[in-house]
Nanobody, 125 residues
Framework: VQLQASGGGLVQAGGSLRLSCAAS????????VGWFRQAPGKERDFVAA????????VYADSVKGRFTVSRDNAKNTIYLQMNSLKPEDTAVYYC???????????????????WGQGTLVTVSS
């Protein structure tokens, strides 16, 4: 299984970015997905998660109303739309996937078996 994250970059505060995560090699069509981030010197934190069915989504309080997670199951691609970015959103963003029943949402990093390589998002003030 491979997860390839992309879309990071440098953006000014208030700007937007869309991260993508392309999944390949998955043997089941039902898997939960999530986004996490890790700022320098800090632990990896949960950002957003979505069930395979798309009906269940969970967001960290710090990104609610600004970030939106979505997925295109036909393309095996996960997205994270980030709006109204703040300097404190600066981090390496990781996508993750784990085989789960269609409606299950996974929000803890330890429960994910598959991880992307990370993409750096830098928000300048």
């Amino acid at each position: 299984v491979q997860l390839q994250a992309s879309g990071g970059g440098l953006v000014q505060a208030g700007g937007s970015l869309r991260l993508s995560c392309a999944a390949s090699g998955l043997t089941s069509s039902s898997y939960a997905v999530g986004w996490f981030r890790q700022a320098p010197g800090k632990e990896r934190d949960f950002v957003a998660a979505m069930s395979w069915s798309g009906g269940g989504t969970v967001y960290a309080d710090s990104v609610k109303g600004r970030f939106t997670v979505s997925r295109d199951n036909a393309k095996n691609t996960i997205y994270l739309q980030m709006n109204s970015l703040k300097p404190e959103d600066t981090a390496v963003y990781y996508c993750a996937a784990d085989y789960r029943a269609p409606r299950v949402v996974v929000t803890t990093a330890q429960e994910y078996d598959y991880w992307g390589q990370g993409t750096l998002v830098t928000v300048s003030s």
